[in-house]
DNA sequence: TGCTACCAAGCAAGCGCTTGCTTGACAAGC
DNA sequence: GCTTGTCAAGCAAGCGCTTGCTTGGTAGCA
């Protein structure tokens, strides 16, 4: 999806697929407006000039990489809120995967860009990704309403939504990988912080 | 605290403090790399050269935005941590003073900018701000502990602040001056999504 | 007379992006 | 087997413009 028409084989050497790594790593680091054309270049070994034979405009870049963020952690929550266990082990499996493509090496840079440089977008492209964000907050709001109907939360409104998936996207400010904490362990804290465990055995 | 040594008077026309708020709100709108001092000239209709009369350079203007934010928004919160009533009200009013530094109009974009343009900084400058937000954490952490002491939350952990912290923060993303909620709404409902009420009256 | 606060002009560097051209791989024609 | 044509992929150079910042001058007030 990311790509629109090509094949997403990663067999040959993708140097489309290079400039978007690049480019996403750079623009989680030093953000969109300071990253330069020549920084994303030289990241993939090229001149100046040669990332324009695969991407119109720097601002497509940005697009890239940002539908790449809203694809990957879009797949990965879908599937853990499809497994089929009791809400409550969902709820859980949603939450790491979510903490695994903000945080894990594989999608970090993807996920942190889509969250932290999407207003650079311009109209268009900005409303295409909020339309994917909107299917994604829904799928987190059933799976609110499922644990509230099975008596484990008190509270399944959209600003208990809200609070949750600022608290989830937050940890990109303050996470590292080489701290103490691992992500199934945070995935875990923060299950146990918003569930009432009193109302279980 | 913002203006190292100059006077905070509100009095005279002070022209460093309209060129900070200036930059302050176009940092916030537009990013710090992608504001221009062309854009905080004309925002205070100034020549593009006139600024660095009062300031040395854009990096510092942003120095003194981010450390206008970090000031009030530590003010407010303070006098709410000591305001001496009960665990649970000081937290509520804690809540209410951080996030109406962060959504009300008078210090939205000095708080935002703090949050979102940290990175810009300079090695020296970050030292600075961190120095500063560790002492206003700490006092989050200080009223965690209150709670806990007072068994009204079961975690009072640095996980459980950063939590809180992420859920609060997030809030800029999608909190609406013009939307349904009141601040004051927002901060009742994120203390009780915490505060478990089962073990109230 | 001296100082504060600013203007008008512009400089050097860097920006996104375009252009004309080269290179290596592969296939068709003879 | 050798030439010829085509194409994807990128290079080298640089264009027009914007950037942060500097400089010399000056109006207005004390």
Known sequence: MAASRSKASAEEPNRRADIVRAAGRLFHEKGYSATTIRDIAGAVDMQSGSPFYHFKSKHDMLRAVVLEGMDTINTAVAR??????????????????????????????????????????DREAQAEVVALKD???????????????????????????????????????????????????????????????????
């Open 80 to 121: 853990a809120a499809t497994s089929g266990k009791s809400p409550r082990a969902t709820f859980e499996a949603m939450l790491r995967a979510h903490l695994d493509q903000l945080l894990g090496s594989a999608g970090r840079d993807f996920a942190a860009t889509l969250l932290h440089e999407s207003r650079h977008l």
């Open 135 to 201: 299917g994604y907050e829904a799928m987190w709001q059933q799976a609110l309403n499922d644990l509230k109907q099975a008596g484990l939360i008190a509270d399944d409104s959209p600003v208990a939504r809200l609070f949750l998936m600022g608290a989830l996207n937050w940890t990109v400010q303050w996470y590292r990988p080489d701290g103490s904490r691992s992500v199934a362990q945070i995935a875990r804290q923060f299950a146990r912080l918003l569930i009432d465990d009193t109302h279980r055995g």
